[in-house]
C-alpha cells in the first residue's frame, strides 16, 4: 500500500514545569477548603494536571496533590478516595475543576463533628505551575514515522501534546489525534486516539496505548506501514 504522507509534518515539543512557592500551607481540611477557593488557577493546574508530569513514570495510588496529602497525611481515606476520582479530564476549564474540589471538601465537612488535620503529618504546601515548551526538532509526516517517534521522545513531550493540549486547545481533541485527522487522514485513528483518558494511568502508559493504536493501524494496511 502506497504510504500517507501528510503535506504538513507533526513536529514534536517537549516542555518543562517552572514551580513557585506560593507561601500557603494548610494542616487542615478546612484550611485546605478555604485556601483552595483563593490560590490562583495555576496552582489548581500544578496540584491536578501536572501531577502526571511529576510522576510520569510510575502510577501512584493516587491521582492528584489533594488526594495523596488527604491520603497520606491526615488519614482521611473517604475524603481521598472522593478526590481520587476527580477526572480532569472531563472539565472545560481549570475554574470548574476547582468548584469540583471545593464542593467534595464541602460536602465531607459538613458531615464531620471535627476537622481532620495532619497531625504529627507534613502540612500541604500550595505552589503554582507555569508549563515552558521545549521544542525537540523531531518532524514526522507518515504514520510509521509518528508510531517511532513516539517510541523514542521524552515523556514530557507526551504530556504536552496531550495533557497541556487539552487545555490549550479548550476541546477533547488532542495535538496527535487532531493531526491524525486533518494530516493523515485517518479519521477512526484519530478518535480512538481522542478517546483516550490520559488520566487512567502513567505517561508511560500512555506511550504504550499510543504505539499499539499506531500498530493496528499500521499492520491493517497490509504492508506494515503508511
Known sequence: MVMKESGRPFRFNA?????????????????????????PLDSVYFHTHSYFLRHR????????????????????HVLAERLSVVDPFTF?????LREELISILDDHLSGLVSVPRAGFGTPFYFNRSRILEVPTGVEVRTLSEF????????????????????????????????WIRSGL????????????????????????????MCDEELARSGSGRY
Open 15 to 39: 516542555c518543562t514545569e517552572i514551580r513557585e512557592i506560593l507561601g500557603k500551607h494548610a494542616e487542615d481540611e478546612r484550611t485546605l477548603t478555604e485556601l483552595l477557593e483563593e490560590v
Open 57 to 76: 513514570f510510575i502510577e501512584t495510588t493516587y491521582p492528584n496533590d489533594f488526594a495523596e496529602w488527604v491520603g497520606e497525611q491526615v488519614r482521611d
Open 147 to 178: 508510531r517511532n517517534a513516539i517510541s523514542e521522545v521524552d515523556t514530557s513531550s507526551l504530556y504536552f501534546h496531550v495533557f497541556e493540549a487539552h487545555l490549550r486547545l479548550q476541546r477533547e481533541e488532542n495535538d496527535f489525534s487532531a
Open 185 to 212: 487522514k485517518l479519521p477512526d485513528l484519530a478518535d480512538r486516539i481522542r478517546a483516550l483518558n490520559p488520566y487512567l494511568g502513567s505517561l508511560e502508559r500512555l506511550r504504550s496505548n499510543l504505539l499499539t
Open 92 to 96: 472545560k476549564s481549570l475554574e470548574a
